[in-house]
């Protein structure tokens, strides 16, 4: 058990619908990072929160968001989702910036 | 653009005998590297890492090998056994860490008993 927790474990919409995804990263921990995986590729980075405030973003489209609340756990808002927008989503959290990654054991959506 | 490269989707061993992972990155900025394993309906996990200080890193049966002029890495795992079965990613970042990780598309590992 990696300390991160991602919630809901799967999800099933339809096109054009909007879905949050939740992460709680381990105690103590800052950063949080969204990565999504399609299916046979590798780990896309999305974005990255410390302590609140937005760190560093990788290939995000602009119908997706995210925030950091107080309390340090995280939101993912994918919105007008596409068939491609299926994948594993998931987020991962370290002390600061950088180090080895905790990662939760993810949320896989389906795009139907 | 793909800068962490797994050019091998998937590899097959024998229980016992070396297994040879290996990750090309093409940005000079990486300087720290790190492999993570997958198991099934689970997140990655972090088994080994090395800095570009370094060219050789080990822990217990797993060492990681650097080769800064080729942009390569490998990860030798001596003995495989068969709970070693898993998908393993390498993944790099930038100024020791300071930038997001980097993931290679994944190799995934069999260990035949």
């Known amino acids: 058990d990696s300390g991160v927790t991602q919630t809901p474990k799967h999800l099933i919409t339809a096109t054009g619908q909007r879905v949050t995804l939740r992460c709680s990263p381990r105690s103590g921990d800052l950063s949080v990072y969204w990565y999504q995986q399609s299916l046979d590729q590798g780990l896309q980075f999305l974005i990255q929160?410390?302590?609140?405030?937005?760190?560093a973003k990788g290939n995000i489209l602009e119908r997706f968001s995210a925030q950091q609340f107080p309390d340090l756990h995280s939101e993912l808002n994918l919105s007008s989702l596409e068939l491609g927008d299926s994948a594993l989503y998931f987020c991962a959290s370290s002390p600061g910036y950088g180090e080895k990654l905790f990662f939760g054991s993810g949320t896989q959506l389906s795009v139907l | 653009d793909q800068q962490v490269k797994q050019n091998s989707p998937s590899l097959s061993v024998q229980e016992g005998r070396i297994s040879i992972l290996n990750c090309d990155y093409t940005?000079?900025?990486?300087?720290?590297f790190l492999w993570y394993k997958k198991y099934p309906a689970e997140g990655p996990t972090f088994l080994i890492s090395i800095s570009s200080i370094k060219d050789k890193n080990e822990d217990g049966r797993f060492t990681v090998f650097l080769n800064k002029s080729a942009k390569h890495l490998s990860l030798h795992i001596v003995p495989s056994q068969p709970g070693d079965s898993a998908v393993y990613f390498c993944a790099a970042s930038a100024q020791t860490g300071r930038r997001a990780l980097t993931f290679g598309s994944g190799t995934r590992l069999q260990v035949q008993p």
């Open positions: 940005n000079s900025m990486f300087d720290y």
């Open positions: 929160y410390y302590n609140g405030e937005e760190r």
